[in-house]
């Protein structure tokens, strides 16, 4: 009944300083906001990433030539094929086409080379030349579904039509959006890739304990080759989006640590009018005590409005603005073009950190100076 | 035992009695052994009766303020005893302290010190949200202050819209809220005219006929003249005189 009575007091006291509440409201809001999206950014990425990686190959075998991914001859199938442990090594034909009509990146893939599972909206992969099954992202620029057509221009600066045969869906967008695939045949013509040579090899590798070994003796006896594992190829998507959240969370620190030194100086810079109020409380019968819980709902009250302003902001920011004020940079500017709409995720453990890393100082920053003020007798307090 | 039941050791007119509040050899320095040290009070004794009207005069910087606070347990003195109803509370804890204040002081202060931006009822009520009591019981109890104060009307204005007279009653009722034997008052007429002033020692008057022990400090001659008044003590640099009983 007491702290209830407290409580209701400090709501009063939080309305009673408008202008310098709405003010750190306002800030707060924004910083877990931002921090929010940057962590559920990552994280939705983080998700996408793991749920397209799961269909990747064991292991993926690529020429390099100065550091350069190069066409790989298709007679290191072979050599490959020979090593102990490998049951098939199969070639992909894919490449990049950048659509100056709608100025997007489009990833097209021969049909040997569609290793994910994949499911289509509507229709069938192609099954002759001059059919392709298009991501839904590349359909809706294009407008092939309601032409059944795309038009492509190839290595020879000539457009060539394909039949869309088929439109994909998944459940995740980022893994068709922008995926156009044709047979392999029509892929190595397009790219005008040379005969005897694939974009990389698939080798598949029963025993995942040998995976390592493989790549290791692929390496060994291909020297020209860089082979890929799937473990790889997690860790280092995993980095390159903990890295650039890292480093955005770094860029945000300054505002951060601006809005604390702020925030610290609008929660611990007891006025004189505070420190009077505080006086009186005290000279009419309010212990140290009492004063400190009435602080501590103060500043519990205010930054737990915050945080869930916060988060709403956030979610908002991701679920209806596809996370446009943060997406380019956590997910990059060109590899995941064209766009896909991100799906907000708060994991509890994200709440649990925003709620220490804001709720906690701020309550603390409230009421650790207000305790210096307590102690003193009310007489003190009162006379300045 | 410092904190335990404490019997006078003082004899007034002779007659030997519970005083409700004594001062024994009470000091306060401020900044003791520093260049601007401050003797504010220096040893002073004092005994208050219950349904005492004890009026402290002298010129300002004589120590009245700080005697009220000392003895009012919103200080605590540097040396000295201060022993109410029975209990020496020079050296105990602040939260014993606040419970002091709480039970038994009422504080009337010279420049009000209500909140300004909260209403009437809120300031009244102050001293009972620590309490445990009901939100309801504290708003009635609220409520049957104002109207023994007559300013029921203006119970959901905000302080600083009230005149001097009506923060002076809210003062008033916020001092009475907790039903307290005491009722401290500094310089409580100072920013009255002589209309409200009159009001106000009526007020003291009633209260004081209720069984309130009352202690004043001004330099208003028209609070010591008052008949009311049952003793009356000069300050100066921090010592007091004669108490003299009327």
């Given at each position: 009944m007491k702290q209830l009575k407290i409580l209701e007091f400090a709501l009063a006291a939080l309305l009673r300083r408008k202008f310098k509440n709405f003010a750190i409201l306002a800030m707060f809001s924004f910083t877990v906001a931002i921090l929010s999206s940057v962590l559920s950014l990552t994280h939705a990425l983080k998700e996408e990433t793991a749920y397209i990686l799961q269909d990747v190959p064991d292991l993926i075998v690529q020429r390099v030539i100065g550091g350069r991914h190069d066409l790989i001859p298709l007679q290191y199938r072979k050599e490959v094929a020979a090593i102990r442990g490998v049951t098939g090594v199969e070639p992909r034909y894919w490449g990049y086409y950048y659509d100056a009509l709608t100025r997007a990146n489009y990833t097209l893939i021969g049909t040997g080379g569609t290793t994910a599972n994949l499911t289509l909206l509507d229709g069938h992969l192609p099954a002759e030349s001059g059919q392709s099954a298009i991501g839904l992202g590349v359909a809706e620029m294009r407008g092939s579904t309601q032409s059944g057509e795309l038009i492509l221009v190839n290595s020879k600066n000539t457009g060539v039509l394909y039949e869309v045969s088929g439109i994909f869906r998944s459940e995740s967008r980022l893994l068709t959006n922008d995926l156009v695939v044709l047979t392999d045949d029509d892929i190595i013509r397009f790219f005008g890739y040379p005969d005897g040579q694939a974009t990389d090899l698939v080798v598949t590798v029963p025993n995942s304990n040998e995976i390592q070994t493989v790549a290791a003796k692929i390496k060994k006896i291909l020297p020209d080759t860089r082979p890929i594992t799937k473990r790889e190829l997690i860790r280092t998507y995993d980095m390159v989006f903990n890295w650039r959240s890292g480093m955005m969370l770094t860029v945000f620190s300054a505002a951060v640590i601006a809005f604390c030194i702020i925030a610290w100086d609008k929660a611990t810079g007891i006025s004189g009018e505070e420190k009077q109020e505080i006086g009186i409380l005290k000279a009419v019968g309010w212990d140290t005590a009492d004063v400190l819980a009435l602080k501590f709902w103060e500043g519990l009250s205010l930054s737990l409005l915050s945080l869930l302003t916060g988060l709403i902001l956030s979610y908002i920011h991701i679920?209806?603005?596809?996370?446009?004020?943060?997406s380019s940079v956590i997910r990059g500017w060109s590899v995941l073009f064209p766009g896909f709409q991100i799906e907000p995720s708060f994991p509890l453990y994200h709440i649990w950190l925003m709620t220490f890393c804001t709720i906690v100082p701020y309550v603390a920053s409230t009421v650790i100076p207000t305790w210096k003020t307590a102690i003193t007798d009310p007489d003190s307090v009162m006379r300045g | 035992m410092e904190n335990s039941d404490h019997r006078s050791r003082f004899r007034y007119e002779g007659v030997a009695r519970l005083a409700l509040i004594e001062l024994d050899q009470v000091s306060r320095i401020y900044n003791p052994g520093k260049p601007d040290e401050i003797v504010a009070l220096d040893s002073v004794s004092l005994l208050v009766d219950k349904q005492d009207v004890l009026v402290l005069h002298g010129p300002s910087g004589s120590g009245k303020t700080t005697l009220l606070s000392t003895l009012g347990c919103m200080a605590r003195p540097t040396s000295g005893n201060i022993i109410v109803a029975g209990k020496n509370v020079a050296k105990l804890p602040e939260r014993f302290l606040a419970q002091i204040r709480r039970k038994r002081f009422g504080f009337i202060f010279q420049h009000f010190n209500l909140i300004r931006e909260l209403s009437v009822i809120d300031n009244i009520l102050l001293p009972l949200i620590p309490e445990h009591m009901g939100i309801r019981a504290v708003r009635e109890r609220a409520q049957a202050v104002a109207e023994k104060l007559d300013i029921t009307k203006k119970l959901n204005v905000k302080v600083n819209k009230l005149s001097g007279g009506e923060q002076q009653r809210v003062a008033i009722a916020r001092s009475l809220i907790n039903e307290p034997e005491i009722i401290i008052a500094d310089e409580p007429t100072a920013h009255l005219d002589r209309k409200l002033a009159q009001e106000f020692l009526a007020i003291l008057q009633q209260l004081n006929d209720d069984g309130k022990t009352i202690v004043i400090a001004t330099h208003d001659s028209f609070v010591y003249d008052n008949v009311m008044v049952s003793a009356v003590g000069y300050m100066e640099e921090g010592k007091i005189g004669k108490v003299v009983k009327r």
């Open positions: 679920a209806l603005f596809n996370g446009v004020i943060l | -």
